[in-house]
C-alpha cells in the first residue's frame, strides 16, 4: 500500500484547503460519489467541474486547477502547449455502447467490426442488408432505412468510438479519422448522450453510440460486437474489466480499443486524471500537492468500490498497480511526494 | 421653489441682500456641475458601450487570425467542416444560420403583424388583451432550451408525421424546417410588442378624420394605420431577425447537427451559433479553436451586415 510521506508540514491538517479538478463530465457522476464521501470520511473537499475533457486539458495546461479529468490522453499539440509534463493516472474504465430503436427485434442485435464502419460510412443503409443478417441468423431485419445518431458535441466518447473506428476499418481511418468532432459521412447529431438517446428513441431504424453508464440508467437496448477472437460481446461491467486487464504500460496511456482479451468489450477505454509530475509551481502550496496526491491515491484504491453501482468498471490490478507507480513518480521541488509504507 | 437653469444670475440692484444672492449664485454653479457630470457620465457610459463592441470585435479578429491564415477566403465558401483534417468550410452553417432565420421570418410575419393590430388597434384594453399582451411576453421569457425540449418531444414528431404525408423519403423530424418552426414561435413577441406599439403611437385625429369620411376599420388599417408604421413594423421584423441569427440552444436540439450541405428545407443541418456552442469546448487544437471564434466573427459579420440593410431599408420607408 502507497500512503503519505509524513517528512512535510503536511500534518496541519486544521486548514481547510481544497482540490479543485475539472474535465471529463463522463467521470462526473462517479466522481461525485467519490468526492462526497473522501469528504465525509477524510475532510477534504474536492471542487470538480465537469466541463468536458478538452476544457480540463486546457485549463490544466492554464494552471488554473489542481487536476484535470479526461477520457482521451492529451495530444501531441497539448503535449506541447504545457508548460511541464503531465502524468496521467488511470481511474475509471468505460465502454461506448451501440444503441438502437428496432422494437421488432426480440433478440439482441450482433454487429461485427465490418458492419459498424459500413453503417457509420453511411454505406449499409437498409436493416435487412445483407452484412447484418449474416450476422444474425434466425432473425427477421426490417426492411428500414438506417438512421445514425451521433454526438453533435465534441466529446471524449466521440474520441472513443472514432478511435475504435479507425483502428478496425482502415476507409475509416483514411476518409473520416478519430477526434471529439468529425465530419461525420452520415446521420444526424445529438448533443450529449441525452441529445443522441434523445434522436435514437424518437426515430424508428436509429441506431448510435452512448456511454455504457447512461445506456444502463435509461434502460436503452444495445448491441453486442465481435471482438478480435469472435465472440460476440455484450459490454458489461465484466467483459469492460475484462477488456481493462492488459499489462500496463508505465505511462498508463494504455489503449483498450479492440482489445485482445477474448472475454472483452472491444470499445472500452481508461479514463484518467491529469496531474503535474512536478507539483511545485506557481501559487501551490506543497499542502495542496499532498493532498492531491493523497486523494488520487485514495481514488485507485478505496474510491473503487464505488465504481460498479454506477455502471463504472473497476480498475484491475495491473492498473492500480501501474497507476500507484505514477502517483510515486510525482515531485514536489524533486522530492517524492508519495513514498512507500506498509 | 425657484429652480432657474438661466446661470449665472446677475445680481440685480434691486436685490439688496448680498448672503442671498451669494447662494444662488452658488447654487448655480452647483447645478451647473451638477449637469456637466450628468452629461459625462452618459458620454462614458455611451463610450464603453462603442468600445465593447470594438474590442469584441478586435478579439474575434486576432484570434481568428491562425484560421484566416491556413484557409483564407475558403472558410466562407468550402463546403467542409473536417476538424481531424484541419479543413474548414464554414458554408454549409452560413446557409443554415441564413435559411432558419429568414424562413421563421417569413413564417412569423402573419402572427405577429396580426398580433400587433388586434392589440394596438381592435382590443387595446380589456381582459382578453390583458391576456394575449401576457401570453406573448411570456413568450419570449420562456429560456430557449424549454422551446428545444418542447420543439423535440412535440414538434419534431409532428413534422415527422408532415414529411411521411409529403413523401420525403426519409422522415427524420429534425431538422431546417423544425428550426425554423422553433425559431419564428421565438420571435413573435419582438416583432408584435413592438409593432403594437408603433400602431397605438399612430395620431387618433388621422383615424377620426379617417372615419368621418366614411372609411371602414379595414380600411383605415390599410391607409392609415399600416403606411404610418411601416418603418416601425418592420424595425421590429428587423430585431426579431437578430435574435433568430443568434439563438442556439433550442436550435442545436432540432436541426439535426449535421455538417453535410441541406438538400432541402427538411433535411438536417445546422448553424453558426450552434456549432459554436457544440464544439467550443472539446476544440483541442488551436487552428480549431481558430477556426471557431472565426465562426464568430462571420456571424458578427453577417448580423452587422443584415442590420445595416435593415437601417438603410427604414430609412428610405420613413422619408417617402
Not at chain 1, 299 to 319: F, K, R, T
Not at chain 2, 103 to 116: N, T
Request: net charge positive.
Amino acid at each position: 500500500m502507497v500512503s503519505l510521506g509524513m517528512l512535510s508540514l503536511l500534518s496541519c491538517s486544521g486548514k481547510s484547503h481544497h482540490l479543485i479538478g475539472a474535465g471529463s463530465s463522463f467521470d462526473n457522476p462517479l466522481f461525485s460519489k467519490m468526492f462526497y464521501s473522501y469528504f465525509q470520511s477524510k475532510g477534504m473537499k474536492v471542487n470538480y467541474q465537469s466541463i468536458g475533457s478538452g476544457g480540463g486539458i486546457s485549463q490544466l495546461i492554464n494552471r488554473t486547477i489542481d487536476f484535470g479529468a479526461s477520457d482521451v490522453p492529451m495530444n501531441r499539440e497539448q503535449d506541447s502547449l504545457s508548460p511541464a509534463r503531465v502524468l496521467h493516472v488511470p481511474v475509471t474504465v468505460s465502454a461506448v455502447v451501440l444503441s438502437y430503436n428496432l422494437p421488432e427485434l426480440r433478440d439482441t442485435l450482433r454487429l461485427s467490426p465490418r458492419v459498424l464502419a459500413g453503417l457509420f460510412l453511411g454505406r449499409i443503409t437498409q436493416w435487412n442488408d445483407t452484412a447484418i443478417a449474416a450476422l444474425n441468423p434466425g432473425v427477421t431485419l426490417p426492411d428500414l432505412p438506417v438512421v445514425i445518431a451521433h454526438r453533435s458535441d465534441g466529446s471524449g466518447t466521440t474520441n472513443i468510438f472514432t478511435s475504435y473506428l479507425s483502428l478496425i476499418s482502415a476507409d475509416w481511418a483514411s476518409g473520416v479519422g478519430r477526434g471529439s468532432s468529425v465530419n461525420w459521412p452520415a446521420g444526424l447529431g445529438g448533443k450529449g448522450n441525452e441529445g443522441v438517446a434523445g434522436l435514437i428513441r424518437q426515430t424508428h431504424g436509429a441506431i448510435g453510440y452512448i456511454e455504457l453508464a447512461f445506456a444502463m440508467q435509461n434502460k436503452m437496448a444495445f448491441g453486442k460486437i465481435r471482438n478480435k477472437t469472435g465472440r460476440f460481446i455484450t459490454p458489461t461491467i465484466a467483459s469492460i474489466s475484462a477488456a481493462a486487464n492488459i499489462p500496463m504500460p508505465a505511462d498508463g496511456k494504455a489503449s483498450l480499443a479492440d482489445t485482445d482479451a477474448p472475454d472483452g468489450y472491444p470499445i472500452s477505454s481508461f479514463s484518467w486524471v491529469l496531474l503535474y509530475k512536478e507539483q511545485d509551481y506557481r501559487h501551490h502550496p506543497r499542502e495542496k500537492a499532498v493532498g492531491l496526491l493523497y486523494l488520487l491515491d485514495w481514488m485507485i484504491h478505496e474510491g473503487q468500490h464505488y465504481s460498479s453501482d454506477l455502471y463504472y468498471a473497476p480498475l484491475s490490478p495491473n492498473a492500480v498497480n501501474a497507476g500507484e507507480a505514477i502517483l510515486r513518480s510525482a515531485t514536489y521541488d524533486g522530492q517524492p511526494i508519495l513514498t512507500h509504507h506498509n | 421653489m425657484e429652480t432657474s437653469l438661466q446661470a449665472p444670475v446677475i445680481p440685480s440692484p434691486a436685490v439688496k441682500d448680498t448672503v442671498s444672492i451669494r447662494k444662488r449664485i452658488r447654487r448655480s454653479f452647483r447645478q451647473i456641475r451638477m449637469e456637466s457630470v450628468f452629461k459625462q457620465t452618459l458620454a462614458i457610459a455611451g463610450l464603453l458601450l462603442v468600445i465593447l463592441v470594438l474590442g469584441i470585435l478586435l478579439t474575434l479578429i486576432t484570434q481568428s487570425i491562425p484560421s484566416i491564415r491556413l484557409l483564407g477566403l475558403k472558410f466562407i465558401w468550402g463546403s467542409t467542416w473536417n476538424p481531424v483534417k484541419d479543413v474548414y468550410g464554414a458554408f454549409p452553417f452560413l446557409l443554415g444560420t441564413l435559411l432558419t432565420s429568414f424562413l421563421a421570418l417569413v413564417i412569423c410575419i402573419p402572427f405577429s403583424v396580426a398580433i400587433a393590430i388586434f392589440l394596438g388597434e381592435y382590443y387595446p384594453t380589456g381582459w382578453f388583451a390583458d391576456v394575449l399582451k401576457n401570453a406573448v411576453e411570456l413568450i419570449a421569457a420562456v429560456p430557449s432550451v424549454i422551446y428545444g425540449f418542447w420543439g423535440l418531444a412535440v414538434l419534431v414528431p409532428m413534422v415527422r408525421a408532415l414529411e411521411a404525408r409529403f413523401g420525403v423519403d426519409q422522415p427524420l423530424g429534425v431538422g431546417i424546417f423544425s428550426a425554423s418552426l422553433i425559431l419564428s414561435v421565438m420571435i413573435i413577441p419582438y416583432a408584435a410588442s413592438l409593432g403594437r406599439q408603433m400602431i397605438r403611437m399612430v395620431p387618433e385625429h388621422l383615424k377620426e378624420a379617417a372615419y368621418g369620411l366614411g372609411a371602414t376599420r379595414w380600411e383605415v388599417i390599410r391607409h392609415v394605420v399600416l403606411p404610418g408604421t411601416k418603418s416601425g413594423l418592420f424595425a421590429g421584423i428587423l430585431l426579431s431577425l437578430g435574435r433568430a441569427l443568434g439563438e442556439t440552444m433550442a436550435v442545436t436540439m432540432v436541426i439535426g447537427n449535421s455538417s453535410i450541405l441541406p438538400k432541402n428545407l427538411f433535411a438536417p443541418g445546422n448553424t453558426m451559433a450552434s456549432v459554436i456552442a457544440n464544439e467550443f469546448t472539446e476544440a483541442d487544437k488551436t487552428v480549431y479553436l481558430s477556426a471557431l471564434i472565426e465562426l464568430g466573427l462571420a456571424l458578427f459579420l453577417v448580423t452587422v451586415i443584415i442590420n445595416i440593410i435593415g437601417k438603410k431599408i427604414i430609412d428610405r420607408f420613413t422619408n417617402e
